[in-house]
């Protein structure tokens, strides 16, 4: 049995008397009440697998029973008992979230016919939950690579959080991956059929902005020739990814706190407004509670956002996840353009674990996806990694040419000068105009440098 325990509610004693009899004979356990508050009251107390209520209550109705239950037990299946006269009632109750309806008077076969198709609803639903954790949990968390333990308590925090509805503000230098780490969120939720809506709040023009989230009505300004839905209602049901929300201006920002304590949005020229369901992310590549500090993002706004936190480490702290990201590079890429799989020679590796990445996991993949352009061989070497990376390579000793008596600072620069050059050759196997890149110098100069200090 899926629904195990239920909660009815009536004024009429003898309906209750009714229900409880047939319902305890088939084996449920039932609780029966008498109006709306005293319902609410249970289901904040117990756990109920279903709530039957009927719409027209003292107190508190069907109606408000409906809602209230919702936020208090999103779990309980919903169904509402309506006699003639109240169906209006009864179909608002459906919109707002009940699942059948019972007509009264009824025949006890009815009820358990409604009771069975809720169950076998919540059965399928129940059987969708498992599979899709079964599918995400064999995928991995996503495209995810977590290693670090940094990472893996990331990780671990939006395996938590998933499932829930909580905001969480995902915060981390451009590139760390906040994007992957928001889909991975949506995907290991309830919501993973549902829209991924992503926005960069940095890209739109501020005039903008509020139609783009919130929607128009129809003539609400120049141009608007149509009504158009906003992103909010885009993602109804999913997940809305607020990219950059450091950037969003100041004056937009009451608008947005009202859509998250409400769940309602109006429209841009519109007096109505609608109900929405969605699951807000915002991420962010600046330090926000510096901005609240200079009073450039709202306070308020910042705490109703950052209910669950999670900072992204820069790559450079998480250096030994570089190799199973290079490799997953190498791959995704190698197929994508059709080569035979290609593999880091040992010394590329060690650049690229070395270099600094101030452009993080992003920059790592572009410097992956050139260097498999440029490369012929089946090993990449490191020629073929960008200049900044080659740069990086060890800093250089002292220059041991020198005679310990020597202090001449002419003589030193021009050993220094031509070990550099050496070496900026050796990087590059050899080709002068990267050699050139690497040492900030003009192709020209560094051509007449080897000339003048022998160098091959
Ligand atoms: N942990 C990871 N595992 C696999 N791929 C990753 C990981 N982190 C980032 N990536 C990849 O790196 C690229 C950049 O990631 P993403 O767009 O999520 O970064 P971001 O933090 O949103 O950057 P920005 O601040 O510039 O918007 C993407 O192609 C993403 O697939
Ligand atoms: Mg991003």
Redesign the pocket.
């Known amino acids: 049995m899926v629904l195990r325990s239920i909660l009815i509610a009536d004024d009429e004693e003898s309906i209750r008397h009714v229900l409880v009899v047939l319902l305890e004979g088939r084996g449920y356990q039932v609780r029966a009440v008498a109006d709306g508050e005293e319902a609410l009251r249970e289901l904040q107390a117990r756990d109920y697998d279903a709530l039957v209520t009927d719409v027209r209550m003292p107190k508190m109705d069907g109606l408000q029973l409906v809602r209230a239950a919702q936020a208090a037990s999103p779990e309980t299946t919903i169904i509402v008992m309506s006699a003639y006269g109240s169906h209006e009632l009864a179909i608002e109750a459906m919109k707002a979230g009940a699942y059948d309806y019972l007509g009264k008077p009824f025949r006890p076969d009815e009820v358990l016919l409604v009771l069975r198709k809720a169950e076998e609803r919540e059965r399928l639903r129940l059987e969708n939950l498992r599979l899709r954790r079964e599918i995400s949990r064999a995928r991995g968390p996503g495209?995810?690579?977590?290693e670090a333990p940094a990472?893996r308590e990331v990780m671990r925090v939006v395996e938590k959080v998933a499932p829930t509805t909580t905001t969480v503000l995902i915060e981390?230098?451009?590139?760390?991956?906040?994007?992957?780490?928001a889909r991975a969120l949506h995907e290991l939720s309830p919501r993973a059929e549902r829209p991924f809506v992503a926005v960069n709040c940095g890209s739109i023009p501020e005039a903008l902005i509020e139609s783009e989230l919130f929607g128009h009505a129809k003539g609400a300004f120049t141009n608007a020739r149509t009504a158009k839905r906003g992103l909010f209602e885009e993602a109804d049901g999913g997940t809305l990814l607020l990219?950059e929300v450091g950037e969003l201006p100041l004056p937009l920002q009451p608008a947005l706190l009202r859509v998250l304590q409400e769940s309602e949005i109006r429209r841009v020229g519109d007096s109505r407004v609608t109900k929405v369901d969605v699951r807000i992310l915002a991420?962010t590549?600046r330090d926000l509670a510096q901005l609240v500090q200079a009073g450039r993002f709202r306070e308020d706004l910042y705490y109703r956002l950052n209910v669950v936190g999670l900072k992204?480490p820069p790559l450079r702290e998480r250096a030994e996840?570089i190799p199973a990201?290079s490799a997953?590079f190498l791959e995704r890429h190698g197929t994508r353009s059709g080569v035979a799989p290609r593999r880091l020679s040992q010394n590329a590796l060690e650049l690229l674990v070395r270099y600094r990445w101030p452009g993080?996991?992003?920059e790592l993949?572009n410097a992956l996806e050139r260097a498999l352009v440029l490369s012929e061989e089946d090993e990449i070497e490191p020629e073929a990694l960008p200049a900044p990376v080659l740069a990086s390579a060890e800093p250089l000793p002292v220059p041991s040419a020198l005679d310990p008596g020597d202090f001449s600072v002419k003589r030193a620069q021009r050993v220094l000068e031509a070990d550099l050059i050496r070496r900026a050759l050796q990087q590059t196997a050899g080709n002068r105009t990267r050699a050139a890149e690497l040492l900030e110098l003009s192709p020209r100069a560094l051509l007449y440098k080897i000339r003048e200090y022998g160098l091959t």
């Not at 981390?172 to 780490?181: A, C, H, L, N």
């Open positions: 495209q995810l690579i977590a990472m981390g230098e451009s590139g760390t991956g906040k994007e992957v780490v990219d991420a590549n992204l996840e990201l997953r993080n996991v992003r993949e």
